[in-house]
Structure formats: C-alpha cells, structure tokens
C-alpha cells in the first residue's frame, strides 16, 4: 500500500488545479451613495440660486438701469429721484415680465425706509422725494433677491401715472420667503 499524495502538477496545462473565482468587483459602500446624493443635491440647490434667483435679479438691476438717466455723464446729472424718465410703472411691470410680490406701497414713512440705503435711521425718517415703491421678489434655493422700484407722480402722454425714479436692492434674505 502505498500511502503516498500524488504530486500536484503546476504547470499551465494541468487540468487538475483548482478553479480560481475571478475577483469580487467592489461595491460602493453606503456611505459613498449617500455622498454623492449630497453632493448632486447641493448642486441642484446652487444651480437653482443662480439661476432662479441670482441671474434674473441681476438682469432686472440691468434692464431698470438701462431706462434711468445717466448720472454720471455731463449735463445729465439729476438730484436722485428728481430726474424725468418718461417710463411707468406698467412699463417696469412688462420689462421685467412679472407682476410686484406685494401691494404698491404709497406710505410715506415706509416709502422712506424701503428707498433709503444703509442703516441710518435719520434717513429712514426723511420723507422721500419718491411717493411709490414696488418690491419684486427673485427666490432661489437659499436666498431671496429683492429689488424695489421707485416712483414719482406725474404724466405720461397726458396722463397721470408713477413714473419710475430709481431702485434699490435689499440685502438678501437667507431663506426664502416666496
């Protein structure tokens, strides 16, 4: 008898090797999918701030500066608000192609505080040249853009209307409020 293990051949053609398993392919783990959901969300929360909020702000800031006088060119400086630009309030509204997000607001106190610019509660409680502003909202994914638009009586064509006088921008809320 013999007790002896045949040798194991190792050669390329042995047909007696044991079969290899290809290697396992590596999975994701969970936390890398988790990851990337962030990362297309935050994404997608910044595509939606630009161009849902930031852009049309900014191209409504374009467009209403394009329509006042220049203040800066010689001859043509005016005291602000005091400067003639024969374009109304329907006209701001089909410009920038949307509709106030609030009421026109003709209350001199709060016309004051809406135009004026910066902290100073001196200014907020001037009266304003401006007698009504009209506040338009631009909402993105964190942010609300605000711009708001004044006017001054007058007539256009023989007709009594606001006439545009200028704009002001807001500081930016940090959620929105649309």
């Known amino acids: 008898m013999s007790d002896a293990i045949p040798p194991v051949p190792t050669g390329p053609d042995s047909s007696n090797a044991p ?6 392919k590596p999975r994701w783990a969970a936390s890398r999918v988790i990851l990337l959901v962030l990362l297309v969300l935050c994404l ?3 595509a939606k701030e630009y161009l849902g909020g930031r852009l049309p702000w900014q191209r409504a800031q374009h467009l209403l500066e394009e329509k006042l006088p220049d203040q800066d060119a010689p001859g043509k400086a005016a005291a602000p608000g005091q400067a003639f630009v024969p374009f109304t309030d329907d006209d701001v509204h089909k410009l ?13 106190t709060r016309v004051a505080e809406l135009m004026s610019t910066g902290d100073d509660v001196k200014a907020k409680r001037t009266p304003s040249p401006i007698k009504m ?6 909402g993105g994914a964190i942010r609300t853009y605000e711009l708001r638009v004044g006017y001054n009586e007058g007539s256009v064509a ?9 704009f ?3 500081t930016p809320y940090l959620w929105t409020t649309q």
């Open 19 to 24: 079969p290899t398993q290809p290697p396992a």
């Open 44 to 46: 997608g929360a910044l």
């Open 96 to 108: 920038l192609d949307r509709e106030p997000a609030e009421q026109k607001v003709i209350d001199p």
């Open 133 to 138: 502003v009209e506040i338009y909202r631009f």
């Open 158 to 166: 023989g007709k009594e209307a606001y006439i545009l006088a200028g």
């Open 168 to 170: 002001s921008t807001a």
